[in-house]
């Protein structure tokens, strides 16, 4: 199985929206609705950021969404944040019952 | 609160098997509703699902690591265990233990990860 391809980088100044892309094929993203989103600061652990394509869990900030057209999901945050800057994966569930996750993307405030 | 936590050798030789266990506390391994997985993250690169496990034993891995990776449950101990045979310098990661939701598409807690080395 493949990674799921994200940009490598983006990039955004604070107030701002950014939107990172997540895709893959009709086999993970495009067969499954089992899209979710996890950040990364560095040295620690990943956070669900969200699940099932859109949903978010309790806690974590309504300026973070998630959308998903095709093969492709997405994850929007508006609003951007200092705090924000951090690595972000996706991951998709699979029609061999595994689980794939994207190369990951690097969020810089500026 | 649910809390995950792993541990074993941080240090393994080429060639050898690594072996990791992950004990779970606030939370039952023998529960129906979860899966309990490992995700490694090779320094500066990005995560890889390694397996899952459920409470019965079932499995599913990585087709790229399926010959090589081997997980269990201790439902007694409230724990579940990886090993991977014949390892390589490839094989340097942080090892998390993760917990996913049955029937979801989420894994809700991490441990903080432990960083296994391969080197003779």
């Known amino acids: 199985q493949s990674a799921l391809t994200q940009p490598a980088s983006v990039s955004g100044s604070p107030g701002q929206s950014i939107t990172i892309s997540c895709t893959g094929t009709s086999s993970d993203v495009g067969h499954y609705n089992y899209v979710s989103w996890y950040q990364q600061h560095p040295g620690k652990a990943p956070k669900l950021m969200i699940y099932?394509?859109?949903n978010r869990p309790s806690g974590v900030s309504n300026r973070f969404s998630g959308s998903k057209s095709g093969n492709t999901a997405s994850l929007t945050i508006s609003g951007l944040q200092a705090e924000d800057e951090a690595d972000y994966y996706c991951s998709s569930f699979t029609t061999t019952s595994t689980w794939v996750f994207g190369g990951g993307t690097t969020l810089t405030v500026l | 609160q649910v809390q995950l936590q792993e541990s074993g050798p941080g240090l393994v030789k080429p060639s050898q098997t690594l072996s990791l266990t992950c004990t779970v506390s606030?939370?039952?391994?023998?529960?129906?509703?979860?899966?309990w997985s490992w995700i490694r993250q090779p320094a500066g690169k990005g995560l890889e699902w390694i397996g899952r496990?459920?409470?019965?034993?079932?499995?599913n891995y990585n087709p790229s690591l399926e010959s090589r990776v081997a997980m269990s449950v201790d439902t007694s101990k409230n724990q579940f265990s990886l090993k991977m045979s014949s390892v390589t310098a490839a094989d340097t990661a942080i090892y998390y233990c993760?917990?996913?939701?049955?029937?979801?598409?989420?894994?809700?807690?991490w441990g903080q990860g432990t960083l296994v080395t391969v080197s003779s």
């Open positions: 099932d394509v859109s």
């Open positions: 606030g939370d039952s391994t023998s529960s129906g509703n979860y899966y």
């Open positions: 496990i459920y409470t019965t034993g079932s499995t």
């Open positions: 993760a917990r996913e939701e049955y029937n979801s598409g989420l894994f809700d807690y």
